[in-house]
């Protein structure tokens, strides 16, 4: 299995509303990441978990909360967020952290109203 | 810090031509860099990475990479392009740092487009 699972795939919601993202793997890797991709962009690092802790948050907002629940799991909540949230939400995983490749679920499509 | 360049927004080949995406890379140290495709719509896919060894990596679908120091150089390479290949293309480099606290930086991104 190779596979980053990411549900949902499309996540339309209020700037009032609280929703979760969440990213399985079971691949036995230790590292697991959170990145943001807005249209024809490189994704942006968000936050890194290494042995389930977070390791590096890029100064995101406080209005996007991660949750690393066990190794294989991995969430994102989110609440209040505002319209330029908007973007494609993509969760990695890999053996460890920088070293070796990373594997991409397919994403969120995040729309904010 | 480290960091990748591509200089191409857009690379067009012809089906069955050699294509070459660029990139170039900046890094204090040993360089880990990767190269990523992106499908519209899809997450990212690994293709192929240099950690030390052979100047010449090769990487899936018929891709390969050559390392060069001397120039920072890192393009990714395919003998005959299809038409299959076009897609958006991400060099990407290690940022030095303690392993837990490591993280990958990618480059602008290349989209590549093969014509019939």
């Given at each position: 299995d190779t596979e980053v699972t990411q549900t949902p795939k499309h996540l339309v919601m209020g700037m009032t509303n609280k929703k979760s993202l969440k990213c399985e793997q079971?691949?036995?890797?230790r590292a697991m990441y959170w990145y943001k991709q807005k249209a024809k962009k490189p994704p942006e690092l968000m936050f890194v978990y290494s042995y389930e802790k977070l390791?590096?948050?890029?100064?995101?907002?406080?209005?996007f909360s991660p949750e690393c629940p066990n190794s294989s799991l991995l969430n994102l909540h989110l609440h209040a967020?505002?319209?330029?949230?908007s973007a494609l939400y993509l969760c990695a995983s890999s053996q460890?952290?920088?070293?070796t490749e990373a594997f991409f679920g397919q994403g969120t499509r995040l729309t904010v109203v | 810090a480290q960091s990748v360049a591509q200089p191409e927004d857009q690379v067009n080949v012809a089906e069955g031509n050699p294509l070459t995406v660029k990139c170039t890379y900046s890094v204090s140290g040993n360089p880990y860099l990767f190269w990523y495709v992106q499908y519209p719509n899809r997450g990212l896919q690994f293709l192929l990475k240099y950690?030390?060894?052979?100047?010449l990596v090769k990487g899936s679908y018929g891709f390969e990479a050559e390392f060069n120091k001397s120039q920072t150089s890192f393009h990714l390479k395919k003998p005959s392009a299809l038409v299959s290949d076009s897609a958006l293309y991400f060099c990407a480099v290690r940022d030095k740092g303690h392993s837990s606290a490591s993280k990958i930086i990618f480059g602008s991104g290349t989209r590549l487009s093969i014509r019939p």
């Open positions: 079971h691949m036995g890797h390791s590096i948050n890029e100064s995101v907002p406080s209005r967020l505002q319209p330029e949230d460890q952290a920088g070293y | 950690i030390t060894g052979d100047n």
